[in-house]
């Protein structure tokens, strides 16, 4: 994209309503704008970083054998009222009525429309397991909107549910959807760690969320700092090994974590000093085993192999699409702007020209634009007339990780100069070289991260 021809309307003062880094940021970078209170425009940056966001959850959701699917933002209240949450849900719902008077609302969560879909078609064990997501737009009518897009009103979820026969094997479904979510978060670069939260009036154990830590997190967590040591990398899972995810959950469930709502201080003293932190996190995640609450009453029921009919085992599993674009950026800004990591990076290297109308400069610039796009990777050049430090202050704002800057006096030395956005460090080298090291780089994260996605539509979608 040449900057010339985007729209990206970045703002030199910074807005006096935004109290934290991500919401100032995102408005000064033209990410979003305000609709109404809570409500909110992705402008084509914005738009940009939440569809990578998007994508990244698509393949990992893909990958662990769930299916994408998509149910409508306004539903039927008499669903809800079939579940018994119409009534309890109270004023965070948005209740609308519809020209025939009949009682509509837009829907805060999907578990009511799902069972819905399951009861209708899905009558034997045979059909299990099954696990059924959708990204879709949630409306809850916060008391207190704040903070851009990490408390919204409307804003950008990822809900799955699943359907199994028994308890244990929705365990499984409960374990395989922690571990994609980990895989997920280390994907866009983020240290999400789940934490024991409070299950409400369910009960059990089976609910953890998954939290960022930053000082401006709505959340009090409490933590085995032994914790952040871990990692998933690379490693290959079987998504239908229940041994192998459950010694995966076993690992990052053992340390300490957890909210304030379930936090147990006797235990927590155990821990070495030197390892107690409690801190503030940024809720990114839940993840949720609920067994039969939406099933019995709504119907939800298999012939299992004994021929009986019972109802089916089933857990919800959220996660923040929108609300991440606030958390990545506090977790990655510096006093000049973003810090995108490399996996979620609305245009993976900028392209500063000094001289603009200098024939070899441009020349120069469109041939780096080329090569960085026939490697796959979408560059944003800056090609308008404008000082050099206004170029450089405006990339450092909106957080490219990698800059290749284009002169006259280098251009003579047969050199550009690729600054890393995250060290501020610079070196020189040919354009070429440039390029492969830009391409490297950006590997492990422009390679198809699961076959069929190579060939599916979900990677055409930038
Ligand atoms: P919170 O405690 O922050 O209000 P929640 O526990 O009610 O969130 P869930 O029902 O677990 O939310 O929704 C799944 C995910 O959706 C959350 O982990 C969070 O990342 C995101 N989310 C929830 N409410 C909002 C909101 N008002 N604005 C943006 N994202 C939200
Ligand atoms: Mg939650």
Redo the contacts with the bound molecule.
Sequence with gaps: MRLSRYFLPVLKETPSEAQIASHRLMLRAGMIKQASAGIYSWLPMGFKVLKRIEQIVHEEQIRAGHIPMLMPTLQSADLWRESGRYDDYGEEMLRIKDRHGRDMLYGP?NEELITDIFRAHVGSYKDLPLTLYHIQWKF?D?IRPRFG?????E?Y?KDGYNFDIDHDAAIHAYNRHMVSYLRTYERMGLKAIPMRADSGPIGGEDTH?FLVLADTG?SEVFYDSAILDLTLGDRAVNYDDRAECAAIVREWTTPYARTDETHDAAIYDQIPEARRKSSRGI????IFYFGTKYSEPMGAVVTNDKGERVPVHMGSH???V??LVGALIEANHDENGIIWPEGVTPFHCGIVNLKQGDAEVDAACAGLYKALAEKGLEPLYDDREERAGAKFATMDLIGLPWRITVGPRGLKSGVVELTCRRTGTSEEMSPEAAVARVAEIYAPHTAPHWEPMAKSSFHTWL
């Design positions: 969560t809850r916060e897009v990490m408390r919204g009103r804003f979820m969320e709505e809720e990114v995640g839940q959220g996660i923040g929108s609300r």
